[in-house]
């Protein structure tokens, strides 16, 4: 609809943006005025926001929720949507309790009482049913966090995805792991393959498979095992000593994870490094505390904050003023939905919720994320420009330091899991 | 199957709650029963007119917590067969709508059928092996928890029932009957549960009425009596499990048509099973109504809980953010009334009101 | 005349123990027998294993000839072979007529003859106040009467009644051996029943069986049983054979 | 000792004894004799109060029996031998024993030598598991477990089931020791004329009603036993 | 067996036979043909000895973590019969008392027995007295469902206290340590050990002691023990609590190898079940049988079927053995 305003939206964004930061945007936002000239007078437009603010997710919901209240309060100072005559967003929090069914009556609602963007969910299969609401009812749907590729294959049109798909992360993982080898000039002929056997597990480790074996890596053994009822780890693990890998890839979830990690710790394989991809624990500060030696060497390629970017550190340090803690990966990638949503409206100039859908379809906002490039999204909705970085766990932090344009520190490699 | 009467278990399979039931055995008042249904089904059918969209969730909700029940109901109510994993029924039921639709590109109604059709043939085989290995009591109930877990792992180790995701229902834009299909918020969705409901309990009724029905309530409340007079005690069971299983898969269709998603720990998960359970027995097992009570009660439990704790009134401010307060409130809710009225709600009224 | 009923060396062990040795009964066509033995004699698991609700260990019953051992009770009930139950079990959650009329529709009837047949059959047993009562809440001699009435509603050619008048006062009893004396004598129908009360042994029974510890100890007419020095040593105790 | 006065009682509501009176004295054997079904087990499951009463009143050393509280009662000394002797089947018999004696509050006791002198065959067998044992044996132990709980009032409902003539006779002879050591009896036989000859009184029950009650000697000569149980 | 508590209420009681030596042999017999043949198929798709004897020495330990989760489901179940769901609930509740006592007193771990164990055992006590014997009387599907709403409801207030984080004991010193060639970490080592002395001591308190004997003498026959004096319902309660002492000591020994979640004890409610099953219900050494049995079908399945879940096996065989042998393997035959 307005694809000439893509300029202007980049612009627009980054005094959004800025005006968190502490500067004022106004200088920007008077060229936002005259952007849409047939602007519907609104006062208040609705963003819905869904997101499991119990459960056992609820840690990330929380967080999820209040980075999408900073994101509406900072597009709100700087002067709301422009085009809507500086309307103010106001969000509409919701909580899934990671569950399907609730997500689906909460989406119901939130759309019934005015939203015309939603974003969320956080777990796959929340944000599926999300999916056909939004479809159902022509409402934009902006994921931040849901990994499974499957979501996306149904031809939605009003669904879009921020974060890596699990395939995405599959593939880059391969890559970063090839480079990260290649750039250490270390031997690494084999890998060992170890992953949770639903379909998260199975996208990445397919498309990890497909990566690695193009640059010639040896995958062997492969592992998969149930993350629900796994209790121990030691005979997988030996299972990878018993062959001749020289590094780990493990894709799982937090528990099982772990369990990995313990049974590493003991078992003692003769590896150069255990590297997880789009991994549950190893990017999490809980597992530096859980693990063995506190994880000390561990890799996992997965998204993440840029921690280089000096909107995301600031984003990062108001959010720990206001919440009290360091803020998750995943709350940044709802700040960025929120951001993807504004800026369309702004676009848009419209409230209507095609025009929206179509504006996102357009968007080309630059994330706090990493990312190979602002947010770009494909046929299906998925952010083809979603990228991994490789992060480390280094004397007990979590620092990002693989591909060097992101690192914040220089990576160690080999690191044997065990000293 | 020995005649020695035992104390705490009944000759039964699965035991049955034989002894604190109120039963509608069908001749004396069922006449009435299709009166009651008629201005259930009538009253029922002007909800859209009178509730939000958002609050239709909650019907539509409340629609497949009855179905469930009144499935499970027939079996274990009916039947005295105390199933622990009426999920395998639900899901059942939903993955062959889910697969039908998305891979073999049929009409629901025709993957409700399949549904139905597997559910049985499940059904009837699980239980022909549970009766005639003479389960009963704790190890008929562990086997069909069993079967409904085993089911569980089944579809997440396979790779053409899409392991753990699922199956996600395109969506179509329009209504459309056919392809049971409507606009978000059409109470259309709610009509076609409601009648699937009202067929469900038609189905129920007329079971009660039916021989096989009231063959299978005289096993159920001595099956060693019933045999004795050339009934076969087996044959009807089974009958009465088939039926069960046929409408829990309704349930199933229901709930894939109306999410558009299903996946194993919703289909297979213990939790389906316990809803299915404590709709019928906090409402009233072993009796038509019952299960309709406990839909309405515990159905939109969750969402009553969370629209409290969105607003919550002063002095409770500390619960929001924090969750489980709703499955607490289910969880005291099924203890006080197994403990306080075992004939469930509707149950006890109806005793009360025959004994006044 | 053949025997409608004849079960040969039946015996029946559980876990070891041996409830019956080798028992041999016949019936012909239209007699009574009467089986008698102190409690724990095995009568009733004689019962049981004659009716099918479970298989002898070894022996053979023959029903009109036709060896039907194993055979489960509900085929058997449907070949004829009916029996009451010494404790009582009523479907409890149905009222006495319903109760009757499950009988009657497993035999065969429709709506509203088994009803009709229902109601004759409660009339005929004496509960015909009691129809519409619920049958788990009925005194223990109605029940008893409801076992019989049940039993009746099948139409049963051979019919096994199991301590039919335990629990009746005396003048209550009159009226079901009148009846039980009616069928056989108009309809020619078939009886083996367990009974303590003598006097109705004496009066029905065309031939008497004595049990004791699971086999037959006596044989004969109730007389020639009830005067056996054995029998009425192993009923009444050592000394009432003394005296 | 004992007094049962007009009690009424049955299962589910509905009335099996029908206004029933029954004294036991200290020191002294008395039989409830009738018919199967007549009422005599109801009559001791009430006593005990595993049956609930409907009218009248049980009253035990002059205090009034409560019912569903059963092991208080054998904590007072009354101790109930039922028909199918409830034994704890997967433990030895000297654990039975040692169970029995669990009720013995303070009172006298039957010294466990003097049990095993009753019953020898129970001393032979004392590591045995009870329900490995032949009927005979599982219902001496059974008496010998409510002795050792040095009841004042020993309940007994048909000891003879499924026993020989020969161990009926044990088994009969015990009861007699235990009356001499002063210990109260209430028996309920099927096995008239057996118990009748050594009963120092006797009911005879029928339908629930008291019909007949006198000395065990003076009932055993009565011709309308004999009827109750052959038919005259 | 003696600490059999099985006497199977279908059975009349007085005449129940033990299995001969010749029957338990011939299980004995099948049982380790079975596993020999299944772990010969698991050797040769492990193609590595040394993933085969983690295997086993995994399965091994493992099933030992089973048979002590299972402890407290079979003992109240021989005796009340009832089905306890909510044993997993009570073993997550100890696995967060034992956190709350290490984090806030800094003890060992191993220390918080002396805290949770009582503490556990007392809530028993009031769980049985006041929510079951009010329906010790009714069907077993009743008391099924008060402990499936005891579940959910330990679970959620779990939830609603401690919240959704995942929280971890550490044990001092939990080091690997070889074992025939397999790695095995201490701590699970301990939970195995733990698993043989639970087993030795709930054995020595049924057999040895006044309060055991008494409880054995309700398990075999409720309305003989009332009719020697014993209040059963007290009995009851007695039992509860020490179901769930066991489940209790369950909780502290398995908390330094798991992370603590409010669903972690429900993660072994399945694999419980199957144990206790297997074991014969009711039957003390036969869970810890059935446990063995259980972690090493988990294991060689693993290894033989590694695209499936290898609770599927497990959950296999226990519809196998439900069918053919419902009274379990090694319980007792009827």
């Known amino acids: 609809m307005k694809r000439s305003l893509r300029n202007w939206s980049v612009v627009g964004l980054a005094g959004a943006t800025l005006a968190l930061s502490g500067c004022a945007g106004s200088a920007v936002s008077a060229a936002g005025g005259d952007a849409e000239a047939t602007t519907e007078d609104v006062a208040e437009i609705h963003i819905g926001a869904l997101h499991p603010l119990t459960g056992s997710n609820a840690a990330d919901g929380q967080q999820m929720a209040a980075a999408a209240q900073m994101a509406v309060d900072a597009v709100n100072e700087a002067g709301g949507i422009e085009s809507l005559g500086g309307a103010e967003l106001v969000l509409d929090s919701a909580d899934t309790q990671g569950e399907a069914e609730t997500g689906q009556s909460e989406a119901t609602r939130l759309i019934e009482e005015g939203a015309v963007a939603l974003l969320g969910t956080f777990q796959s299969g929340t944000s599926a049913n999300v999916a056909s609401v939004a479809e159902r009812n022509q409402v934009p749907f902006v994921m931040d966090v849901s990994a499974l590729d499957e979501i996306l294959e149904q031809g939605y049109t009003y669904s879009f995805r921020l974060q890596p798909s699990a395939s995405q992360m599959g593939t880059q993982g ?73 590094a780990l890839v493990v ?86 939905a929120v951001m993807v949503i504004a800026e369309a409206l702004e676009r848009a100039g419209s409230t209507d919720t095609t025009a929206v859908r179509d504006a996102v379809t357009e968007t080309g906002y630059a994330p706090l994320m990493v990312a190979d490039g602002p947010v ?23 620092v990002q330091v693989f591909p060097q344009e992101f690192a914040e520190t220089d990576y160690v490699f080999p690191a044997p899991p065990t000293e | ?180 299909q409507f606009p978000a918020g059409s109470p259309w969705y709610y009509w076609i549960g409601l009648g699937l409901l009202g067929m469900c309990l038609l189905a129920s009724i007329l079971f009660v009425r039916s021989r096989p029905g009231r063959f299978t309530i005289a096993a159920r409340d001595d099956d060693v009596a019933a045999a004795a007079l050339g009934i076969d005690v087996l044959r009807h069971k089974l009958f009465a499990v088939a039926v069960s299983a046929a409408i829990t898969a309704v349930a199933g269709t229901y709930y894939v048509q109306y999410y558009m998603f299903v996946d194993p720990e919703i289909a297979f998960g213990a939790a389906a099973s316990n809803d299915a359970i404590i709709t019928a027995v906090v409402g009233g097992t072993g009796t038509i109504w019952g299960p309709i009570v406990g839909a309405i009660i515990m159905a939109p439990l969750s969402d009553v809980v969370t629209g409290f704790l969105r607003t919550p009134p002063p002095g409770f401010e500390w619960l929001a953010g924090h969750g489980g307060l709703d499955i607490i409130l289910y969880a005291v809710i099924l203890v006080a009334v197994v403990i306080l009225l075992p004939k469930g709600v509707y149950g006890t009224l109806v005793s009360r009101r025959r004994k006044s | ?230 029998v009425v040593e192993a009923y009444l105790g050592k000394e009432a054979s003394d005296a | 000792m004992l007094e049962l006065t007009g009690v009424r009682s049955g299962y589910h509501g509905l009335e099996i004894l029908h206004e029933v009176n029954l004294t036991v004295q200290p020191g002294e054997i008395v039989a409830i004799v009738g018919a199967n079904g007549a009422g005599k087990s109801t009559t001791l499951r009430t006593i005990v109060g595993e049956v609930k009463l409907q009218g009248g009143s049980v009253t035990f050393k002059d205090q009034p029996v409560v019912g569903g509280r059963s092991h208080e009662l054998a904590r007072r000394g009354l101790m109930l031998v039922p028909e199918h002797r409830a034994l704890f089947g997967s433990l030895t018999v000297d654990e039975n024993l040692t169970m029995g004696a669990r009720a013995r509050k303070g009172r006298w006791g039957f010294e466990k030598d003097w049990i095993l002198d009753l019953f020898p065959i129970l001393r032979e067998r004392r590591t045995q598991l009870a329900e490995t044992m032949s009927g005979g044996q599982q219902q001496m132990l059974a008496i010998a477990r409510a002795l050792m709980g040095s009841p004042d009032l020993l309940l007994l409902d048909e000891p003879s089931t499924g026993l020989s003539p020969k161990l009926t006779w044990t088994v009969f002879d015990a009861v007699k020791a235990i009356r001499d050591r002063g210990v109260s009896v209430l028996i309920v036989e099927q096995n008239a004329s057996q118990v009748l000859s050594f009963a120092d009184r006797a009911y005879v029950l029928e339908s629930g009603s008291v019909v007949l009650e006198g000395s065990g000697a003076d009932l055993a000569d009565d011709a309308r036993v004999q009827a109750a149980y052959l038919g005259g | 067996m003696a600490t059999s508590l099985q006497n199977a209420p279908e059975t009349t009681g007085s005449a129940a036979r033990r299995p001969t030596l010749s029957e338990r ?170 698993a043989l002395v639970l087993v030795a001591i709930l054995s020595l308190v049924l057999q040895r002691t006044a309060i055991g004997t008494s409880i054995r003498a309700v398990a075999a026959n409720p309305e003989g023990a009332r009719l020697v ?28 190898f798991t992370t603590i979640e409010p669903t972690s004890g429900a993660i072994f409610n399945l694999t419980a079940f199957v144990v206790v099953v297997l074991g014969g219900m009711g039957n003390i050494p036969g869970a810890l049988v059935g446990g063995l049995v259980v972690g090493l079908t988990e294991q060689l399945a693993g290894l033989i079927l590694p695209d499936e879940s290898p609770l599927l096996a497990v959950f296999v065989v226990f519809l196998i053995v439900l069918f053919i042998r419902p009274k379990g393997v090694f319980g007792r035959a009827s």
């Open chain 1, 376 to 398: 770009t999204f494909d046929e299906t909705g998925q952010n083809t420009n979603a990228a991994v970085v490789v992060m480390q766990i280094q004397d007990g932090d979590i």
């Open chain 1, 174 to 246: 391969a890559e970063s792991l090839l480079s990260l080898v290649e750039d250490s000039g270390a031997e690494v002929d084999q890998v060992a393959y170890l992953y949770e056997q639903g379909n998260y597990g199975a996208a990445a480790y397919e498309t990890f498979l497909a990566e690695a074996e193009e640059a010639g890596l040896t995958v062997d053994p492969v592992i998969q095992y149930d993350p629900a009822a796994v209790n121990d780890m030691t005979t997988q693990i030996t299972q990878v000593a018993a062959s001749d890998a020289d």
């Open chain 2, 1 to 180: 199957m020995t005649t020695t009467a035992t104390p705490r278990t009944s000759t039964s399979a699965g035991g049955g709650l034989t002894g604190r039931l109120t039963t509608d055995t069908g001749s004396q008042r069922s006449r009435g029963d299709y009166v009651v249904l008629a201005v259930f089904v009538a009253v029922a059918a002007a909800v859209p007119f009178v509730l939000s969209a958002s609050d239709m969730a909650i019907a539509n909700r409340v629609l497949i917590f009855a179905i469930m029940g009144v499935g499970w109901n027939i079996m274990a109510g009916f039947g005295g067969m105390f199933s622990f994993g009426h999920a395998a029924y639900f899901g059942i039921g939903a993955y062959a709508t889910a697969y039908g639709v998305v891979v073999l590109g049929l009409s629901p109604w025709l993957g409700m059928l399949l549904g139905i059709a597997i559910s049985v043939a499940a059904g009837v085989g699980i239980s022909y092996l549970a009766l005639r290995y003479k389960l009963t009591g704790a190890y008929y109930t562990m086997s069909t928890f069993a079967f409904a877990e085993a089911l569980r792992l089944f579809v997440i180790g396979n790779d053409a029932l899409n392991r753990t995701v699922g199956f996600t229902i395109p969506v179509q834009q329009g209504s459309s009957l056919v392809d049971f």
């Open chain 1, 251 to 336: 894709t799982g979830y937090y528990r099982d994870s772990l369990l990995v990690a313990q049974a590493v710790d003991i078992v003692e394989p003769d590896l150069q490094a255990v590297y997880g991809v789009a991994n549950g624990a190893y990017d999490q500060p809980d597992f530096v505390n859980d693990a063995p030696n506190g994880g000390d060497g561990y890799f996992d390629a997965n998204y993440h904050w840029d921690v280089t970017n000096a909107d995301s550190q600031a984003l990062a340090e108001a959010f720990e003023a206001e919440h009290g803690e360091p803020i998750r990966s995943s709350a940044v990638l709802s700040y960025d």
């Open chain 5, 229 to 256: 004096g014993i209040n059963t319902k007290s009995i009851y309660s007695v039992t509860f609590a020490l179901g769930a002492m066991a489940a209790g000591a369950a909780g502290v020994l398995v908390a330094p």
């Open chain 3, 1 to 230: 005349m053949t025997a409608v009923l004849e079960a040969t060396g039946i015996s029946k062990s559980f876990r070891g123990l041996q409830a019956l040795r080798g028992v041999d009964i016949s019936v012909e066509e239209g007699q009574i027998l009467g089986v008698i033995g102190a409690n724990g004699a095995g009568k009733t698991t004689l019962f049981n294993c004659i009716t099918g609700n479970f298989p002898p260990t070894s022996g053979t019953v023959r029903l009109d000839g036709a060896d039907v051992t194993g055979q489960p009770a509900h085929k058997l009930a449907h070949r004829g072979m009916v029996r009451t139950f010494q404790l009582m079990r009523p479907f409890h959650t149905m009222t006495v007529l319903e109760n009757v009329e499950i009988a009657a529709m497993s035999r065969g009837a429709r709506g509203g003859t088994a009803r009709r047949e229902a109601g004759e059959t409660v009339e005929r047993t004496g509960l015909g106040e009691w129809a519409d009562q619920l049958s788990g809440s009925l005194p223990a001699a109605m029940q008893k009467r409801l076992e019989l009435a049940r039993a009746l509603a099948m139409r049963p050619r051979v019919l096994l009644l199991d301590e039919v008048l335990a629990g009746l006062v005396p003048a209550e009893r009159a009226p079901v051996l009148d009846l039980l004396e009616n069928l056989r004598d108009t309809e020619g129908m078939t009886m083996v029943f367990i009974e303590h009360i003598m006097a109705a042994v004496r009066r029905l029974s065309d031939h008497v069986v004595m049990m004791d510890s699971g086999a037959v100890l006596a044989t004969g007419s109730a007389d020639e049983v009830l005067t056996d020095p054995q």
């Open chain 5, 25 to 194: 042999q011939k299980v004995a017999i099948v049982t380790v043909s079975v596993l020999a043949v299944v772990t010969a198929v698991a050797a040769l798709r492990a193609g590595s000895s040394t993933v085969l004897v983690q295997a086993l020495v995994t399965g091994v330990l493992t099933g030992g973590i089973y048979s002590l989760v299972a402890m407290g489901l079979t003992l109240i179940y021989g005796v009340l019969h009832i089905i306890n769901f909510a044993n997993g609930a009570l073993v997550a509740l100890a696995m967060y008392l034992t956190f709350v006592t290490v984090d806030t007193m800094g003890v060992h771990p191993y220390t918080a027995l002396l805290v949770v164990v009582p503490a556990m055992g007392v809530l028993g006590a009031l769980l049985q007295t006041s929510l079951l014997n009010p329906v010790m009387r009714a069907p077993i599907q009743i008391q099924l469902l008060v402990t499936i709403g005891l579940a959910l409801a330990i679970e959620n207030v779990l939830l609603l206290v401690f919240g959704p984080t995942p929280r971890s004991v550490q044990l001092p010193g939990n080091v690997g340590v070889s074992i025939l060639g397999a790695t095995v970490e201490l701590s699970r080592i301990y939970a195995f050990v733990g």
